[in-house]
């Protein structure tokens, strides 16, 4: 399985950019998600697409705080 830093590596040869990746194995607990965010889920009605969703919030949740977003 690629970590993290083997795919960023592997973008950065690929597009000669800097670019930071971030996985997630396990989902954003509801309770962190904004309004808006608790909108979109609740119209996920599939359950294997509400648990793809929430692992991508927290993969994207991780990467903003590391990049100093909230």
């Known amino acids: 399985m690629i970590n993290e830093a083997s795919f960023a590596s592997a973008l950065l040869e690929t597009f000669s950019l800097p670019i ?12 962190k998600l904004t309004a808006g965010e608790r909108a979109v889920l609740a119209g996920l009605a599939a359950p294997a697409r509400r648990d793809s969703w929430l692992r991508g919030r927290a993969a994207l949740k991780r990467l903003q705080a590391s990049i100093g977003g909230s």
């Open 20 to 31: 930071q990746a971030c996985f997630e194995h396990e989902p954003v607990s509801e309770e």
